[in-house]
């Protein structure tokens, strides 16, 4: 008879070890994992063991072959232990998103979303409305393409609306944006530089922006802000979010601050310090170096680096941001010191110059740092593929990328021509050749939300991409966990691994619309973080 710790059932659990393992009940115990269960017998007792899928969720017989033990009902009810029975849903491992700017998604929940306006007229409507967020109006997900219009709104008009308030309106991608004239007033930047008179700020003059909006958080709005990241991220499943910190400027305030409220935290951060120095990295501990530290920028602003012109602006390829020298000074540093390096690429061009020594390097000191390449939007030829699995190089991709911008009439076409845009986001390219893939979501650029992700990789327009349900869950769960090395404590729902759990409502291994599946519960190493109150079925005793 075991006694303590808690005995979560009535559900399917997938253990992700392989493809059809799973289990009917699990034990946990000091936030682990201590035993996998399977019941025999198929009526219905008092304990409440036997499985009854939601509906909508059924699912056909799987073999099962796993270290789990057998028991019948009546040993599965002489369990002594708190009693979680989780009506039916399907249990996988906590969900792992593997890029985030958690910091700046978690503010801008605070500001206005323009993912929704589809006119100018309303877009200023929201604008007007809007809450100051540290003494500013900030606005995201703005994209001219789902606009009327097709034009950001001009500096004149934010200045009609906030003639006396700093006002800064951010493209989707991050890469650009658009400024009233209080806030061009107060950013440090060359007034020469800007888009004319629209107040449209992009590469390094948008960054200045960005870093000036973000310097004016105080430490207790940072903390919020990852509070709010930390909430949205269980309400869909998460259990761990790797986070880009800091402004890539060396300093080390959100790093420091973040790690030493690391534990107070529903969700694990992975933590990246957004900095070249790979002195600092060491003396700040930290295991990794870099994040979003750009090669080139992206596609919506013409700034992504490609090797040949933009299909709808034949006068440019867009800009690579650093030297080679650059590169191979920092890729050397952190591989000697031991840390595993993450650079943003996007292009084409930026791609190739990063892979290029990357490779040369791993081949010359082969070392198992996992080296990540973020984003790899367009690779048009195959072997670069080849160059990124013979280099162990680490592939984090953005499934929902694909979900916006791909198709015939998606934005890719637009601005790299059919032929280019069925070269991007190649997930099943990638995994053919043993790459390691992971899933991410770069939010705030697309949803904090890994069924989302999920969906679209399960989806892509490319038909040659498209990954299997299964293929697809493991970029967030299993594969996931690879990427910070932590496949032995994290991933899978196993004896001895964390006991991180995501409760659905259906099962996305069979279901034909993954992303409007409904979270009913997520478990952090045994504590359940997130209830969905809508959910009746899940009842603790």
Known sequence: MTKGGTLFYNARFYSMRKEGEFFDAI???????????????????????E??????????????????????????????????????????PGFIDTHTHSFTGGLYTLGIDL??????????????????????????????????????PTREELDRIYPHTPVLVRRVD????????????????DRKEVSGNRGILTHRQNHKAIRWFHDSIDPVGIISAYRAAAQKGVERGLTTIHTMVGNGHGDPLHYTLLISRIEEFPVEFIVYPQITDVRKAVEL???????????????????????????????????????????????????DAGLQSAVHAIGDAAIIQVLGILRRLQLERPADLRHQIIHNELVPHDWMLDWMAEAEISAVMQPAFDLLWGGDEGYYSKVLGRERALKCNRLASLIKRGVLVTGGSDWYITPLDPLLGIEA????????????????????????????????RLGMVLPEYQADLVCLEEDPLYSAKIDSIKVTMTVKKGNIVYRNSTEGNSTLR
């Open 51 to 92: 499985f009854s899928p939601r509906e909508g969720g059924s699912f056909p017989d799987l073999v099962m072959d796993s270290p789990g033990r057998l028991l019948s009902k009546k040993e599965l009810s002489q369990i002594h232990a708190k009693r979680v029975d989780l009506g039916g849903s399907f249990v996988f």
């Open 27 to 49: 034990l946990v115990e000091d936030g682990k994992i201590k035993e996998v269960l399977k019941t025999s017998g198929s009526d219905n007792s008092e304990s409440g063991n």
């Open 115 to 152: 993912s929704e306006a589809r006119s100018l007229k309303e877009v200023l409507e929201l604008l007007s409305g809007a809450d100051p967020v540290g003494g500013n109006i900030l606005a995201w997900r703005f994209d001219e393409s789902k606009i009327a219009e097709k034009r950001f």
């Open 174 to 189: 991050g890469h650009s944006c658009v400024v009233n004239t209080p806030a061009l007033e107060s950013i440090p930047i």
């Open 285 to 335: 501990g930290s295991l990794r170096v870099g994040g979003c530290v750009l090669a080139d920028g992206s596609l919506g602003s013409h700034t992504a680096a490609l090797t040949e012109p933009y299909a709808d602006r034949l006068d440019t390829r867009g800009e690579l941001y650093h030297a080679d020298s650059f590169w191979e000074s920092f890729f050397r540093k952190a591989h």
């Open 457 to 488: 990789a399960v989806k892509m327009h490319n038909p040659d991409e498209r990954l299997s349900p299964y293929q697809a869950v493991e970029l967030y769960t299993c594969k996931a966990s690879s990427l910070s090395f932590d496949e032995k």
